[in-house]
């Protein structure tokens, strides 16, 4: 049996544990200061002598406390014996004190007896206990929200978040939570669709390979050879690229050392391979991106090769620096992109209505552009070419 208290009940507790305290501490307080009012009170009579102008001593005698009938401070009286045998009667009025002065300015607002103490304690013990109980509860109230949709993420409900209702730090736990959340939800979404389509695509060449298999009769012809090489070059590419993503997504991975590199002489290199025009800065100036050359070189080569499966013409690459930000625009003059496709294109296997498998390419390479940009802490995007076509835009910080 699980008796620990809610945290509510366990602050509420802790209030009242205070006030209880702060009772009795008050009321020894009280009750010290009471005694010391009885002791002035108890004190014994005082002489007093009255003298002439001359200074000789004309008459004796004690004064007396006599308290007073009200809340107001004790006067002293007493009876005093002249020479020649007369007594007058003496009073002295008490020192007027300022308003909350010494112990009689604490009397007006203080009870008189013990009882109307513990009544005053206990009226302001109650006022507090009440009044701190919906401030406890309303904050711990949030609190057990942010802990029930925990634990339904927990269980297996990655849609399930907090209420980030306030301003104050449990609003700002519950958004954290609900960004770590969201972050490991599309994480999750992301592995099962590559799952997926990792093996639809992985069975299309397979079954490619297969047929041509059963249809051989005897020696390959040079067709059939090259089928066959082309599906196991796919499926070798397919592969690659799967764990180049599935290492990317993993953000503990290594992946590489970073280095300067030079974009430009990068860029070259691949523009040679594959017959790409490129412009650089007019000055001539090199520019230099820390990253990882391997992938910055594969980014590179992806987007050539997308640009030069869909461009009848030749494909135009520009490098330059834009700020502090080193700017690499992959343009071609092919069918282009909708625009409610721009973001869409680099999702992983997704390609365009009305492309098929027989256009090339296995749905990974843009997806794995955008994964090496954000490795580089940079940006991919799609934008339309005026004349017709598009362009792929990489920034990376310089």
Not at 212 to 225: F, V, Y
Not at 355 to 373: F, H, K, M, N, P
Request: charged share 25%; proline share 6%.
């Amino acid at each position: 049996m699980n008796l620990r208290l809610p945290l509510y009940l366990r602050i509420w507790l802790a209030v009242i544990a205070a006030v209880a305290v702060l009772t009795v501490v008050f009321g020894a307080l009280w009750e010290a200061y009471r005694d010391a009012v009885r002791s002035e009170q108890s004190t014994p009579a005082r002489e007093i002598v009255i003298r002439d102008a001359a200074g000789e001593v004309i008459g004796q005698g004690g004064l007396r406390r006599v308290p007073s009938q009200g809340t107001g401070p004790s006067t002293f009286e007493g009876e005093v014996v002249l020479k020649d045998g007369r007594e007058i009667t003496v009073q002295v009025p008490p020192r007027q004190r300022r308003a909350g002065e010494g112990p009689a300015g604490l009397r007006p607002f203080l009870p008189r007896s013990p009882s109307g103490l513990f009544w005053l304690l206990g009226v302001v013990a109650l006022a507090v206990v009440l009044g701190s109980y919906p401030v406890i509860r309303r904050l711990t109230l949030r609190l057990e929200n942010v802990r029930r949709g925990v634990e339904r993420w927990g269980e297996g409900d990655l849609s399930a978040r907090a209420d980030e209702s306030g301003s104050d730090e449990v609003a700002f736990l519950a958004r954290r939570f609900n960004h770590a959340a969201e972050r490991v939800e599309t994480l999750v979404k992301s592995h099962k669709s590559l799952l997926a389509n990792a093996s639809h695509e992985l069975r299309s060449p397979l079954a490619r390979i297969r047929m041509g298999m059963e249809l051989m009769d005897g020696p390959p012809t040079p067709g059939q050879r090259q089928e066959i090489v082309r599906n196991l070059g796919e499926l070798d590419q397919l592969i690659d690229e799967i764990l180049l993503s599935s290492r990317l997504d993993a953000r503990e991975t290594d992946v590489g050392t970073f280095e300067p590199v030079d974009l430009t002489g990068l860029a070259a290199e691949e523009c040679a391979q594959t017959g790409a025009e490129l412009s650089a800065q007019a000055d001539g100036g090199d520019v230099t991106v820390n990253g990882v050359p391997r992938l910055l070189r594969r980014a590179i080569r992806n987007l050539l090769e997308n640009a030069r499966r869909y461009s009848p013409g030749p494909v135009e690459v520009e490098v330059r620096r834009e700020g502090s930000h080193a700017v690499l625009r992959v343009c071609d003059r092919g069918p282009g992109v909708p625009p409610d496709q721009c973001e869409r294109i680099f999702e992983p296997f997704y390609r365009l209505p009305g492309a098929s498998e027989r256009d090339g390419g296995v749905g990974l390479g843009l997806a794995l552009v955008r994964s090496i940009a954000g490795r580089h802490h940079g940006t991919v995007h799609c934008e339309g070419r005026e004349g017709g076509g598009a362009c792929f835009v990489l920034r990376l910080p310089a």
